[in-house]
Each structure stands twice: as C-alpha cells, then as structure tokens.
C-alpha cells in the first residue's frame, strides 16, 4: 500500500497499532492527517521514504519513523504539553 485517503483509517474505532514498516511510503501518498486518529497508541513507519513526521493523537505512545528522509522535527507537534508543572 502506498497510497492513503484522508479518512483511511477513521471507520476502525478500536484501532491501535498501525505497523506499515517497508511499504516505499511517501508525503505524495500519505495524507498529512492520515494517521490522527484517537485510539492510535502505536505507529510504525519505519524504512520508508517519508521527509515529513505525520500529524497523529496526543495519545500516540510509541512513533517510529527510523530509516526514513525526515529533513526537519517540530518538536512542539510531537510533545504540545508542557513538561514543566
């Protein structure tokens, strides 16, 4: 699979781990929001041909993007909170 619609994921209401290492994905294929979906706890996107870090849920445990083409991290969108009490 290397290409997404938008709402690919959002009819699966128990989903909970996304695993799509080595599936040649890309930004062209991969809508931004694709994988923002609430239930989502673990994403594997690794050794694929990504250049941007998706958006996803703030309840997203576990990320992996290694062995991609990432060319730059906002860490605002990957820990909005604040870590200071």
């Known amino acids: 699979m290397q290409v997404f619609t938008r709402d690919y994921f959002q009819g699966f209401s128990n989903l909970a781990f996304v695993r799509l290492n080595y599936n040649q994905l ?4 991969v809508p931004k929001a694709v994988f923002n979906v609430s239930t989502l706890l673990d994403l594997h996107l690794a050794h694929n041909q990504l250049t941007s870090v998706p958006l996803f849920n703030p309840q997203l445990e576990h990320l992996h993007l290694n062995h991609n083409s990432i060319e730059s991290i906002n860490g605002t969108q990957l820990c909005p909170f604040s870590l200071f009490l």
């Not at 890309?26 to 294929?29: A, T």
Request: no cysteine; aromatic share 0%; charged share 50%.
């Open 26 to 29: 890309s930004d062209k294929g």
